[in-house]
């Protein structure tokens, strides 16, 4: 399964409940195959980056059709993962 990078703006959202809301919707409507595996929030700034795993990008963007109004998707990139330890000697 391919794995992306979703970049969204947080500035539209109102408070915390408003995110848990959206996100419990989004979760609960998820299609097979897509699975949402984390996120970060960034602190200064009014972005949130989710690493997701599913199909293809209409998978990932119809997946997070009932969050994009408060979290409107910046940038939309099919990764992959690089893992620092493959560097060590």
């Known amino acids: 399964m391919a794995r992306f ?3 969204h703006s947080t500035a ?3 408070d915390q409940e ?3 809301a959206g996100a419990r919707e989004m979760i609960a409507s998820l299609p097979p195959g897509v699975k949402w595996l984390s ?6 700034a009014p972005k ?3 690493e997701w795993e599913g199909p293809d990008m209409d998978a990932i963007l119809a997946a997070l059709s009932p969050v994009l109004e408060q ?6 990139y099919e990764v992959a993962h ?3 330890r493959w560097y060590e000697e």
């Open 82 to 84: 690089v893992d620092p």
């Open 12 to 14: 539209a959202l109102s």
């Open 39 to 44: 996120s970060w929030l960034a602190l200064k």
């Open 5 to 7: 990078m979703v970049v």
């Open 48 to 50: 949130m980056f989710c």
């Open 18 to 20: 408003q995110a848990v």
């Open 71 to 76: 979290m409107p998707v910046e940038a939309l």
